[in-house]
């Protein structure tokens, strides 16, 4: 089966512009996650969807940070406006329901000077 | 506070050896334990799970309630082991919230 795709695989952007990230998840997989992943640190859980709704997104920076995932099958994660922080590789993942395997894709790195 | 730790950035080990990656984690419930792996060049992939309670490559992990702890080990290192490992929990049904450790690089030496 076709993996997880995510695209770009990369960008470079300044502080202050904006970005937008897609994924497209592994057909039938009703849960997408989306992760963000600074270098040296383990992925941290932005948010989670289950079809097309939100289960959790506490960790998600809403006042810059926004994910959709449209008819349950891709997701857009977007920044505006971005910050030198935002440097970071974003995951996205699926998996089949909540607590199981998920699935990851290849990942978008950022980088914002 | 929810918590996975791995002490370890770096363990290096020689062919042959035992490897024990540690993680311990703080969870007031009963989460599910997971490794994960990401091989050079490659994808994050699950490597064990502590309900399958099977050895994948080799590896096994034993949930330790009582130390709360998710060890990863393997008897006899191999160099296509090297690789970057994370210790992942998730909470009960209902959140199904991943928690990643700060992961482990592998370095299995010749």
């Known amino acids: 089966e076709a993996g997880v795709a995510q695209s770009p695989r990369y960008k470079i952007i300044e502080k202050r512009q904006s970005v937008a990230f897609w994924c497209n998840p592994i057909?039938?997989?009703?849960?997408l996650y989306w992760y963000q992943q600074i270098l040296g640190q383990g992925p941290k859980l932005l948010i989670q969807?289950?079809?097309?709704?939100?289960?959790?997104d506490s960790q998600l920076p809403k006042d810059r940070f926004s994910a959709e995932r449209l008819k349950g099958v891709d997701s857009t994660l977007k920044i505006q406006p971005a910050k030198l922080e935002d440097s970071a590789v974003y995951l996205c993942?699926?998996?089949?329901?909540?607590?199981?395997?998920?699935?990851f894709g290849p990942g978008t790195r950022l980088l914002v000077l | 506070a929810q918590r996975v730790t791995q002490p370890e950035k770096l363990l290096s080990v020689f062919k042959g050896a035992p490897v024990e990656l540690k993680c311990n984690y703080s969870y007031s419930g009963s989460p599910e334990l997971f490794w994960y792996v990401q091989y050079s060049r490659q994808r994050l992939q699950l490597l064990l799970r502590?309900?399958s309670r099977e050895s994948i490559k080799g590896f096994t992990a034993d949930l330790n309630k009582g130390e709360t702890s998710f060890h990863l080990k393997k008897p006899f290192a191999q160099e296509e082991d090297s690789a970057m490992y994370y210790c992942?929990?998730?909470?009960?049904?209902?959140?199904?919230?991943?928690?990643f450790g700060t992961g482990t690089r592998l370095k299995v030496l010749a």
């Open positions: 057909s039938g997989h009703a849960t």
């Open positions: 502590h309900i």
């Open positions: 992942a929990l998730s909470g009960p049904s209902g959140t199904y919230k991943y928690i």
């Open positions: 993942a699926s998996s089949s329901d909540r607590g199981k395997t998920q699935y």
């Open positions: 969807f289950q079809n097309n709704g939100v289960v959790d």
